[in-house]
Antibody, heavy 121, light 110 residues
Framework: EVQLVESGGGLVQPGGSLRLSCAAS????????MTWVRQAPGKGLVWVSS????????YYADSVKGRFTISRDNAKNSLYLAMNSLRAEDTAVYYC??????????????WGQGILVTVSS | QSALTQPASVSGSPGQSITISCTGT?????????VSWYQQHPGKAPKLMIY???NRPSGVSTRFSGSKSGNTASLTISGLQGEDEADYYC??????????FGGGTKLTVL
């Protein structure tokens, strides 16, 4: 059974840092592109970042570029999102998701349960 | 990276059909056959319902179908059921190798 479990969320002050993790199981992690998507309270889904299966190709939304870093450790079946210079508008539930295909195709077929990040003083 | 445009809400009675539109540009929806649709119930993670415009993942009801014409993609749900009441989001790959979601549509089953 495919499982994605996020961890590392919580309350952080503006300007602070946080590192999210996503533990994957039930599939060959190293074969799939992975994605982070966030959802502010009561708002819609927003794509944050994606990383290729080998980790060499990475893309970011403009709103997080230069502040967030996506990475993966295929040996540990884990996906990460390092978040720096956090702002109130980064407050959201963050989901990790598996991309079914490559280069844009296939959509995201499995999602974690989400982890809440709250940026507030 | 402007969000795709979806109606804020749609409604229908059980057994009826509804269609949700998703309008983008030639740089996203119109330029690629990589449009996906997601269903999200309150407090739950999104679920993939349609990928690559019109493909259904295994286990998704055949009542769900997708299509695209120009810069607008559509999700049609036929034979509406109470369990279909949820938020629906479209998503598209873009010319900058990123993804963009629509603002979401709340489906109410009357």
């Amino acid at each position: 059974e495919v499982q994605l479990v996020e961890s590392g969320g919580g309350l952080v002050q503006p300007g602070g840092s946080l590192r999210l993790s996503c533990a994957a199981s039930g599939f060959t992690f190293s074969s799939f592109e992975m994605t982070w998507v966030r959802q502010a309270p009561g708002k819609g889904l927003v794509w944050v970042s994606s990383i290729s299966n080998g980790g060499s190709t990475i893309y970011y939304a403009d709103s997080v570029k230069g502040r967030f870093t996506i990475s993966r450790d295929n040996a540990k079946n884990s996906l990460y999102l390092a978040m720096n210079s956090l702002r109130a508008e980064d407050t959201a539930v963050y989901y990790c998701a598996r991309n079914q295909g490559h280069y844009g195709s296939g959509g995201s077929d499995y999602w974690g349960q989400g982890i809440l990040v709250t940026v507030s003083s | 990276q402007s969000a795709l445009t979806q109606p804020a809400s749609v409604s229908g009675s059980p057994g009826q059909s509804i269609t949700i539109s998703c309008t983008g540009t030639s740089s996203d929806v119109g330029g690629y056959n990589y449009v996906s649709w997601y269903q999200q119930h309150p407090g739950k993670a999104p679920k993939l319902m349609i990928y690559d415009v019109s493909n259904r993942p295994s286990g998704v009801s055949t009542r769900f179908s997708g299509s695209k014409s120009g810069n607008t993609a559509s999700l049609t749900i036929s034979g509406l059921q109470g369990e279909d009441e949820a938020d629906y989001y479209c998503s598209s790959y873009t010319s900058t190798s990123t993804w963009v979601f629509g603002g979401g549509t709340k489906l109410t089953v009357l």
